[in-house]
């Protein structure tokens, strides 16, 4: 069983910063890819960022790319979410997820290949 546990969500005024972090426990992180999905009120779970079991390939949805940063620390068994930039729609719950298949080279946006979840983190941002 894997498990994940988010944090780092909270309240910031548009145009700063947050760092989200997700520890994972249960198998060998570093052989998995990672990714980052958000959900706003009233709106599908939408990808955000992945990066591969070895962080050496990362993606990123359009509209935060240049303002957020994926990264892991396989020593950690964590998984960071640097955001930069904010604006009132990147509010939403910020969920990571694991691969369900390991030494995936490539990352992928599709959440049907994550199989499993952690619970979420809020990130507000207010104008």
């Known amino acids: 069983q894997v498990q994940l546990v988010e944090s780092g969500g909270g309240l910031v005024q548009a145009g700063g910063s947050l760092r989200l972090s997700c520890a994972a426990s249960g198998r060998t992180f570093s052989r998995y890819g990672m990714g980052w999905f958000r959900q706003a009120p009233g709106k599908e779970r939408e990808f955000v960022a992945a990066i591969n079991w070895s962080g050496g390939r990362t993606s990123y949805v359009d509209s935060v790319k240049g303002r957020f940063t994926i990264s892991r620390d396989n020593a950690k068994n964590t998984v960071y979410l640097q955001m930069n930039s904010l604006k009132p729609e990147d509010t939403a719950v910020y969920y990571c997820?694991?691969?369900?298949?390991?030494?995936?080279?490539?990352?992928?946006?599709?959440?049907?290949?994550?199989?499993?979840w952690g619970q979420g983190t809020q990130v507000t941002v207010s104008s």
């Open positions: 997820a694991a691969d369900q298949a390991y030494w995936r080279d490539y990352t992928t946006p599709n959440e049907y290949e994550y199989g499993y």
